[in-house]
């Protein structure tokens, strides 16, 4: 069923009035199927995909909350408006609140029957496209990832669209910032992620034994091989190999490296044979790799070659809210494997987390996290509990020579308004910028449509208006 020609399910045990509400829809182009009972309702349900329900609560075999509440518990992709008799404003709202978009009260005529229809499929439609964005493109985690920002939604995008070909990706970002997870979602994500994924630290080994990790040795090439030897490359073979810190290769093997790339062929170090091997490239830096090339510490030829994909990993000072979520991600972990009681961090905690610039990126808060559940325990983690500096840098402190400056005055105090009217006035100004459009007001207010029919309701009860 197209949205062109949506299908309506309208609940109405009252023949004549179904018939007219009927009429009024067809007119205005809609599919129409007629229920005058719950269960009749719930057996189209069942068996036809709906896209609006027009629900009378008052049914003669059940009370249309029911049916309500189960289209929200079972999360149908429906919208549902609530058609009631004068005097049931109060059972309209808690309907809205169960879940419902709208309500229509009796009588109404047939452009605001059709209005609501139109509105309410609106709704529906622009919630399925979040829904839909949200599951592919808002993801919480992704391959080893965790994290819900859009930096990141435009990292798993990245990686989905580099990973099924065999062209070199460079990885750059902060230390702390997970490259080598990226590196295995890209593996992991790849046709290669049954063969082998072989990581190689270029910082982490001495120059001279850097061309035997690589490429291997074969037995007395030099001091201490004391048997042949397999180097990363015929490991990686059918798979990944990952060169991290690729910036730290002294100039000389990058050039061996640079062949290696363009043929796919090497010697192992004190062998004159040449082995073949199917290798996809990945690499990655904490360097501005053009600065490395411009300063003649990097090849711009193997630069070129391996710059094919770019791929910067964000900070995660940059990430908002991902550093709770991964806060809480990494307590859970570690409370598990300590033995610990915590289940969450105070919001006093949480803002410190979110305010502290994390120099160290996800390494940093690894390492605070646990710190901070090995050496404490309780319910919820208090900002006393963090280690320095989170837990609270001191302030600076006037030296005692000088006298205490004088309190700033203040200036004119501006009155305190009751809140009510404070959100009366938005919520107003917001319906007259929509002209009169309850659920686009809502949207802007970042609220529900129900809200502010409740607000409406109780301020006309109180008096308010």
């Given at each position: 069923?197209?949205?062109?020609?949506?299908?309506?399910?309208?609940?109405?045990?009252?023949?004549?009035?179904?018939?007219?509400?009927?009429?009024?829809?067809?007119?205005?182009?809609?599919?129409?199927?007629?229920?005058?009972?719950?269960?009749?309702?719930?057996?189209?349900?069942?068996?036809?995909?709906?896209?609006?329900?027009?629900?009378?609560?008052?049914?003669?075999?059940?009370?249309?909350?029911?049916?309500?509440?189960?289209?929200?518990?079972?999360?149908?992709?429906?919208?549902?408006?609530?058609?009631?008799?004068?005097?049931?404003?109060?059972?309209?709202?808690?309907?809205?609140?169960?879940?419902?978009?709208?309500?229509?009260?009796?009588?109404?005529?047939?452009?605001?029957?059709?209005?609501?229809?139109?509105?309410?499929?609106?709704?529906?439609?622009?919630?399925?496209?979040?829904?839909?964005?949200?599951?592919?493109?808002?993801?919480?985690?992704?391959?080893?990832?965790?994290?819900?920002?859009?930096?990141?939604?435009?990292?798993?995008?990245?990686?989905?669209?580099?990973?099924?070909?065999?062209?070199?990706?460079?990885?750059?970002?902060?230390?702390?910032?997970?490259?080598?997870?990226?590196?295995?979602?890209?593996?992991?994500?790849?046709?290669?992620?049954?063969?082998?994924?072989?990581?190689?630290?270029?910082?982490?080994?001495?120059?001279?034994?850097?061309?035997?990790?690589?490429?291997?040795?074969?037995?007395?090439?030099?001091?201490?091989?004391?048997?042949?030897?397999?180097?990363?490359?015929?490991?990686?073979?059918?798979?990944?190999?990952?060169?991290?810190?690729?910036?730290?290769?002294?100039?000389?093997?990058?050039?061996?490296?640079?062949?290696?790339?363009?043929t796919g062929s090497f010697q192992k170090v004190g062998s004159g044979k040449t082995e073949t091997v199917?290798?996809?490239?990945?690499?990655?830096?904490?360097?501005?790799?053009?600065?490395?090339?411009?300063?003649?510490?990097?090849?711009?030829?193997?630069?070129?070659?391996?710059?094919?994909?770019?791929?910067?990993?964000?900070?995660?000072?940059?990430?908002?809210?991902?550093?709770?979520?991964?806060?809480?991600?990494?307590?859970?972990?570690?409370?598990?494997?300590?033995?610990?009681?915590?289940?969450?961090?105070?919001?006093?905690?949480?803002?410190?987390?979110?305010?502290?610039?994390?120099?160290?990126?996800?390494?940093?808060?690894?390492?605070?996290?646990?710190?901070?559940?090995?050496?404490?325990?309780?319910?919820?983690?208090?900002?006393?509990?963090?280690?320095?500096?989170?837990?609270?840098?001191?302030?600076?402190?006037?030296?005692?020579?000088?006298?205490?400056?004088?309190?700033?005055?203040?200036?004119?105090?501006?009155?305190?308004?009751?809140?009510?009217?404070?959100?009366?006035?938005?919520?107003?100004?917001?319906?007259?910028?929509?002209?009169?459009?309850?659920?686009?007001?809502?949207?802007?207010?970042?609220?529900?449509?129900?809200?502010?029919?409740?607000?409406?309701?109780?301020?006309?009860?109180?008096?308010?208006?």
């Open positions: 069923m197209s949205q062109a020609n949506p299908r309506i399910l309208l609940v109405e045990d009252t023949l004549s009035l179904a018939v007219v509400y009927r009429q009024y829809l067809l007119q205005a182009g809609y599919e129409v199927t007629m229920a005058h009972c719950g269960q009749d309702a719930l057996a189209v349900l069942e068996s036809q995909p709906i896209h609006l329900i027009l629900l009378d609560l008052e049914l003669p075999d059940m009370d249309g909350m029911e049916i309500l509440k189960l289209v929200t518990e079972q999360q149908l992709p429906c919208a549902v408006v609530v058609i009631t008799a004068h005097g049931s404003a109060d059972t309209a709202v808690e309907a809205m609140r169960l879940g419902a978009f709208d309500f229509l009260t009796k009588p109404f005529d047939g452009k605001r029957l059709c209005a609501t229809a139109h509105n309410a499929l609106q709704h529906q439609q622009l919630s399925s496209l979040v829904a839909h964005y949200r599951e592919n493109f808002e993801r919480q985690s992704f391959a080893g990832f965790i994290g819900a920002s859009m930096p990141m939604q435009a990292v798993y995008r990245i990686i989905e669209s580099a990973a099924p070909s065999k062209a070199t990706v460079f990885i750059t970002g902060e230390s702390g910032t997970g490259k080598e997870v990226c590196a295995e979602a890209i593996h992991q994500s790849s046709p290669r992620r049954e063969g082998p994924f072989v990581a190689l630290n270029c910082a982490a080994i001495p120059h001279d034994l850097m061309e035997s990790e690589i490429f291997g040795h074969m037995k007395g090439a030099f001091t201490g091989a004391v048997s042949d030897r397999k180097g990363a490359a015929s490991l990686a073979d059918g798979g990944t190999l990952f060169l991290d810190e690729i910036c730290e290769m002294d100039l000389e093997l990058q050039s061996k490296l640079l062949r290696f790339i363009q199917d290798v996809r490239f990945v690499c990655a830096t904490n360097r501005d790799p053009l600065v490395e090339v411009k300063a003649g510490r990097f090849r711009e030829d193997l630069y070129y070659r391996l710059h094919v994909i770019p791929l910067t990993l964000p900070p995660l000072r940059e990430r908002g809210e991902d550093i709770l979520l991964l806060a809480r991600e990494l307590l859970q972990r570690y409370v598990k494997e300590e033995g610990r009681r915590f289940v969450d961090f105070t919001p006093e905690t949480a803002r410190v987390l979110l305010d502290y610039p994390w120099p160290g990126n996800v390494r940093e808060l690894q390492n605070v996290i646990r710190n901070t559940v090995v050496l404490n325990d309780g319910e919820r983690v208090e900002p006393s509990m963090l280690p320095p500096p989170l837990s609270g840098a001191p302030r600076a402190v006037a030296p005692l020579s000088e006298a205490p400056s004088a309190p700033p005055v203040s200036a004119e105090p501006r009155p305190v308004r009751p809140l009510w009217i404070v959100e009366k006035e938005a919520i107003e100004h917001a319906i007259d910028e929509c002209d009169g459009n309850i659920p686009k007001a809502a949207a802007l207010l970042e609220i529900s449509p129900s809200t502010i029919y409740r607000k409406k309701l109780a301020w006309e009860e109180s008096g308010r208006t």
